[in-house]
């Protein structure tokens, strides 16, 4: 059974930075991409990042590029999510996914 812990949420004002951790254990396939998602109060859950395991490729949705930077550490089965310039509108609970696995969040409050 995987499970991937994430940690690194908290209150921040707008247009500071945070920097999120995706710790994964128990993993015994390939892992051939990990994400971030966040979902926001009374809002879906919705994509923000991804990295390719091998290639370190990234993938960004538009409102956080050039703000946030994934990067993974594969010797350690970790992936993180610098963000910068925060905005009150990216306050959500950021969760870190791996195929079908899922961590239980970290809270990003951005206050304005």
């Known amino acids: 059974q995987v499970q991937l812990v994430e940690s690194g949420g908290g209150l921040v004002q707008a247009g500071g930075s945070l920097r999120l951790s995706c710790a994964a254990s128990g993993r015994t396939f390939i892992t051939y991409a990990r994400a971030w998602f966040r979902q926001a109060p009374g809002k879906e859950r919705e994509f923000v990042a991804n990295?390719?395991?091998?290639?370190?490729?990234?993938y960004y949705r538009d409102s956080v590029k050039g703000r946030f930077t994934i990067s993974r550490d594969n010797a350690k089965d970790m992936i993180y999510l610098q963000m910068n310039s925060l905005k009150p509108e990216d306050t959500a609970v950021y969760y870190c996914n791996d195929a079908k696995y899922w961590g239980q969040g970290t809270k990003v409050t951005v206050s304005s």
């Open positions: 990295i390719d395991w091998s290639s370190g490729s990234t």
